[in-house]
Structure formats: structure tokens, C-alpha cells
């Protein structure tokens, strides 16, 4: 059974910065590609940020490039997300989610239903 679990969400003002955290037990931590979500009241949940299993490719949204950087310690079965220049529409809760892609280390998802495990969510508020 592999667990996903995010940490490090929390209130900020704008222009502040946070990191977020995600550790994935199950199988070697490097099978897994990674991805970050997030959702805001009343829209649907959108890709942020994600990473292959080896960390060589990454991707990110848009909305976040140049500002937000995924990072991930193998060896940590641990993923990052350090957000910085916080914007009030960075509001929102943020998934951490893994999808099992041991064949391919260069891999990344961009799509919910590519991913095969969820966190709980992180919940981050960024004030104006």
C-alpha cells in the first residue's frame, strides 16, 4: 500500500514564501513520478508542478513558472514544492499526488487520472 502525505501548507502574505513537503512509502521512491496539484474553492483541480521518477524532467504550469520550483530527495522518498512571490490566487488547497512509472524514468504526468496516489491535500492561504 503506498501512503502519500503532504506537509508544510499554511498562511502567508503575499510576496512571502512556503514549502511544501510529500513523502511516498511504498516501493523505491524513484519509480514514482511526481506531481503537484492544487484546487480553489469552486474550480477544478490543475496540475502546478511535476517531476519524473529520475527528477531530470520537470514540468510547471504556466501560472507558476519562475516562481514556484519542484525538487525531489530520492533517497528521502521526499518531493518539495518551494513556492515563492506568493500571490492571493496561489490560494489553495495542494495535492500531492505519485504515479507508479518504474518503466520510465523520464516520465511526467500532467493529468489527474495519470497519477495513481493522493495525499490528503495542504491547505495554503496567501493574504493581500
Known amino acids: 500500500q503506498v501512503q502519500v502525505v503532504e506537509s508544510g501548507g499554511g498562511s502567508v502574505q503575499a510576496g512571502g514564501s512556503l514549502r511544501l513537503s510529500c513523502v511516498a512509502s511504498?516501493?523505491?521512491?524513484?519509480?514514482?513520478?511526481m506531481g503537484w496539484f492544487r484546487q480553489s474553492p469552486g474550480k477544478e483541480r490543475k496540475i502546478v508542478a511535476a517531476?519524473?521518477?529520475?527528477?531530470?524532467?520537470?514540468y510547471y504550469a504556466d501560472a507558476v513558472k519562475g516562481r514556484f520550483t519542484i525538487s525531489r530527495e530520492n533517497a528521502k522518498n521526499t518531493q518539495y514544492l518551494q513556492m515563492n512571490s506568493l500571490k492571493p490566487e496561489d490560494t489553495a488547497v495542494y495535492y500531492c499526488?505519485?504515479?507508479?512509472?518504474?518503466?520510465?524514468?523520464?516520465?511526467?504526468?500532467?493529468?489527474?487520472?495519470?497519477?495513481?496516489?493522493w495525499g490528503p491535500g495542504s491547505q495554503v492561504t496567501v493574504s493581500s
Open positions: 499526488a505519485a504515479a507508479d512509472r518504474n518503466w520510465d524514468a523520464r516520465w511526467v504526468g500532467l493529468l489527474e487520472g495519470e497519477y495513481d496516489f
Open positions: 517531476s519524473s521518477g529520475s527528477g531530470g524532467v520537470t
Open positions: 511504498g516501493r523505491t521512491f524513484s519509480s514514482y513520478a
